[in-house]
Structures are given as C-alpha cells and as structure tokens.
C-alpha cells in the first residue's frame, strides 16, 4: 500500500511524502512505517501504540478513525495521514 505523510510527518521520514510499503492492515503498515523510520514513533503514536488522535487518516479518499486501523487493505490502496492543525 500506498502511504501519504503531511509536511509535518515528512520531517520524520526525512521528508519523503509518499511511501510503499507491503502490509495486510492499516495498522500493519504504520508499524512498518514506524520500523523504517523511528524518530516518527513518538508523533505519530501514543503510548499504547495507537495513532495519536491529532493525526487523521484517510483510506482511499474516505477517513477512518483509530479503531478502524485493522481493517484489512489491498497493494493499491493508499492511506493518507494528516495533521491537524489546532490553536487559538
């Protein structure tokens, strides 16, 4: 699958924006992500190990939420992960 990381998420990725990655599940591939890259660990994943809720993540054009992460994905399915951007 196909991941897509915000401006943000790139410095962590040393700033590549599309990544290809060989994964069953949402989840899956994130971890993989986090493998290659683990500086991204902390700012993309809580504790427990679950995406953080500031991010927001989009499969194939439609948001998922965290719970969704282990739903199953194909090769040519792409998964965008964005920041949201809070303040006053």
Do not use: W
Request: charged share 20%; net charge neutral; aromatic share 4%.
């Amino acid at each position: 699958m196909n991941i897509v990381l915000s401006g943000v998420l790139q410095k962590y990725a040393q700033y590549q924006r599309e990544h290809s990655l060989a994964a069953e599940t949402v989840q899956e591939a994130i971890q993989l992500l986090v493998g290659r890259f683990p500086a991204m660990g902390n700012v993309l994943l809580d504790s427990a190990g679950h995406p953080r809720k500031v991010h927001r993540m989009f499969l194939n054009g439609h948001q998922i939420s965290p719970e969704q992460v282990g739903q199953c994905v194909k090769q040519e399915d792409r998964l965008e992960i964005l920041t949201a951007i809070a303040g006053g």
